[in-house]
């Protein structure tokens, strides 16, 4: 799941959502329920069909959208068999197969490209971490928020090594590790 929060946007968050509604629809999502309260626009769209479900295949798109001019917080959700598709692939890989951890993957890209769109409606000056999808002002400030990635990347695959020295190499736990770092998410953040 992605969450932030936009201040300050010269775009009212009702004009986001039918953005949102239209990108879905192009690309061959039927929208399945729609809830619209005051300051809050609900959506969930599906792209169903046999060989979606048996292969695992992005299937579910949540987008809930709340505020009002000048001060929302937008949240996408796209999923797979009703699970986030941000799960690690080396768990598609154990469960599903081999085929299934590379449709999660595609899913989670669908999710980042959708973000991508939502985002450069809004503001397309803004930055986007394509690990976690949060956004910055500055590419300076995306530029420090990488480096942390990569310093917990390295961390995590040093505390690996042990382990993996253990076993012989690669065993179950050396795979475990090779999961996707981070994930969309997270409390949102306000720009």
Avoid: N
């Amino acid at each position: 799941m992605i969450r932030h929060g936009f201040v300050e946007k010269d775009i009212s968050p009702e004009d986001v959502y039918s953005k949102v509604k239209e990108l879905l629809i192009g690309e061959g999502f039927k929208i399945t329920s729609e809830d619209v309260k005051e300051g809050i626009w609900d959506l969930h769209a599906r792209k169903s069909s046999a060989e979606r479900i048996v292969l695992g295949r992005i299937r579910d798109v949540d987008v809930v959208i709340a505020g009002s001019r000048g001060k929302f917080e937008v949240q996408l959700h796209a999923g797979i068999w009703g699970r986030d598709v941000a799960i690690p692939a080396i768990e598609g890989i154990a469960t599903l197969g081999v085929a299934t951890a590379a449709e999660l993957h595609s899913g989670h890209d669908f999710e980042k490209r959708l973000w991508r769109e939502i985002v450069a409606d809004i503001d397309p000056t803004l930055k986007i971490c394509d690990i976690d999808g949060l956004l910055f002002k500055t590419q300076a400030e995306l530029d420090q928020h990488m480096k942390t990635h990569q310093q917990q990347q390295m961390m995590a695959q040093s505390s690996m090594l042990g382990p993996m020295a253990m076993m012989g190499g690669f065993g179950m736990m050396g795979m475990m590790g090779m999961g996707m770092m981070g994930g969309f998410g997270g409390p949102g953040l306000w720009i």
